[in-house]
């Protein structure tokens, strides 16, 4: 193996020796004194960070076409990276208040960035599995992370038992791609299907004709039959182990319980990062290696969009606790994100990529209010809890708004803007009916955010709820998230040039 290779997975490989140097810190120091082990993580995310950045006079193809660095991979690696600082910064105030090993949470942390960094920049399928594994792993043991809170060990177990279900599909989808093309390589795969479609003749039903080229897969030369129903079967497999890791319907299931038991800190990571680095297997499977099928699953697209917006929104106007409410809003803004996701375009793609930035950073900032206002115990979660919050606390009250009304998409914030651009891709595709089904879903999402800021600033508490004070690292965390939710609203430009530039790459990728 070329030594250069290693350059390309140099943000990994810290992250992990990171991890590692953490978790014996985190062995050999008092529980209560976290503070040389954050140090450490943030350190060990900048010069990953400072790695990825580095990659962009790079890159290229390694590890004979399995590992892509590329615009699309760097954008999602600055992703995962500022969501896993944003996530280390806020938390240090709930471990410690909950008496957690600190150097486990950020080991784990890191060990399942490094597997969201490889699904992001993975050309393979297998590589795929692998980095969906290592940051599955991490996943379970964070939602238990509790112990001796029998709500989270519950929310683990189900989350271990429906994602592994979930995994089980992804991979067999996997084999029946293979079985069908020859190939786990996309790039591979999408020349195959390019090839089946230029050069195939009709043949027996359900198959088409194909001389198989012979340098794109090791198949046979002279003509064979193209297994055509196999390949649907294969992408259908493919769907739902993904859609299962995007908390998109019909397979949203365990998206409340897990989130509700899950520490609020674990559940904040689990609806950014895990999700965003899902949507990049996503893209890149179906933009990329089925690419030539879109015909096909554009319309299974169609459906869990407009099915995920509806469940979502509607089962949150019933939810009075406020980590149930923001679970079933992640579905629904699952489904917005597919909305663009099917549009099949350069323009499509990039509202995707711009809405999850936005999307990381207002709902990072109100699962830190959850996090803070929660107490010891996360006792305090329900939303009559928020009354007169408000008057209480003016500034973590005027925080919380601005996350509620981005994830409405009132303008100026960057929840309107990544709408706007998810319903200008629709519209650009002739997804009339499905733009018309996304507006009317979010007029539906109004009333329950709007729900929560009538509690903080227009009813009394019926319960004394105490407030901490707001600590130096979750006042940062929150003027970051608050900040950046408006930066995106008003100035977005920056973002979405690299969103752009990732869309056509990817698009053209091949």
């Not at 890191?110 to 050309?123: E, I, K, Y």
């Not at 090791?218 to 039959?225: I, K, N």
């Not at 994100?337 to 990529?353: E, R």
């Not at 305090?380 to 994830?407: H, K, N, Q």
């Amino acid at each position: 193996m070329p030594a250069w290779n290693l350059t390309a997975i140099l943000p990994e490989a810290i992250l992990t020796v990171v991890g590692i140097v953490v978790m014996l810190l985190g062995s050999f120091s008092s529980q209560n004194q976290d503070r040389g082990c954050r140090t450490v993580t943030l350190m060990g995310l900048a010069g990953a960070t400072v790695a990825v950045v580095a990659q962009r006079q790079h890159q290229g193809a390694f590890f004979d076409g399995m590992f892509l660095v590329d615009p699309f991979g760097i954008f999602f690696h600055l992703l995962f990276f500022l969501i896993a600082a944003l996530v280390v910064l806020s938390s240090a105030d709930y471990l410690q208040a909950e008496k957690l090993t600190v150097g486990e949470f950020y080991t784990l942390l890191l060990f399942g960035t490094v597997g969201m960094g490889l699904m992001a920049s993975a050309n393979d399928l297998i590589l795929s599995f692998i980095g969906l594994e290592i940051s599955s792993l991490a996943s379970y043991v964070l939602v238990g992370f509790r112990r001796g809170v029998a709500s989270s060990s519950e929310s683990a177990l189900k989350y271990f038992l429906l994602g592994s279900f979930a995994t089980a599909f992804f991979l067999y989808g996997i084999a029946l791609l293979f079985g069908a093309t020859g190939s786990t390589r996309l790039t591979q795969i999408q020349e195959i299907l390019r090839n089946v479609s230029g050069r195939a003749t009709a043949g027996a039903a359900g198959t088409v004709l194909l001389p198989t080229p012979s340098t794109l897969s090791s198949l046979a030369q002279g003509p064979e039959q193209f297994p055509t129903a196999l390949l649907g079967l294969a992408a259908s497999l493919l769907f739902v182990g993904l859609a299962f890791k995007v908390s998109a319907a019909p397979f949203q299931v365990w998206t409340p319980d897990v989130y509700q038991g899950a520490p609020t800190p674990v559940t904040a990571f689990l609806s950014t990062g895990p999700k965003a680095a899902a949507f990049a297997v996503f893209l890149r499977v179906f933009l990329v290696g089925l690419e030539q099928t879109a015909d096909q699953w554009s319309a299974l697209l169609w459906v869990s969009a407009a099915l995920s917006m509806f469940i979502g929104n509607l089962a949150a106007l019933w939810q009075s606790n406020m980590k149930r409410l923001l679970a079933y809003s992640s579905i629904a803004h699952a489904g917005y994100m597919l909305v663009a996701f099917t549009a099949h375009s350069v323009d499509g793609t990039s509202a995707v990529l711009f809405y999850l930035v936005a999307y990381a950073v207002m709902n990072l900032g109100a699962f830190l209010v959850v996090t803070h206002l929660g107490n010891r115990g996360e006792r305090y979660v329900e939303m009559d809890d928020y009354a007169g919050l408000g008057y209480r606390s003016p500034l973590l009250a005027a925080c919380l708004t601005i996350f509620l009304l981005s994830l409405i998409g009132i303008p100026l914030t960057g929840g309107f803007l990544g709408k706007f651009y998810v319903f200008r891709s629709a519209l650009q595709a002739d997804l009339i009916g499905l733009t018309i089904l996304s507006v009317v879903n979010s007029a539906i999402a109004a009333y329950y955010y709007l729900r929560v800021m009538v509690a903080m600033y227009m009813n009394a508490p019926e319960r004394p709820v105490p407030l901490e004070p707001v600590s130096s690292s979750v006042g940062v965390t929150l003027f970051i998230c608050a900040g950046g939710t408006l930066w995106l609203g008003v100035f977005p430009q920056s973002i979405l040039r690299l969103a752009e530039n990732a869309a056509q790459w990817l698009l053209g990728a091949g």
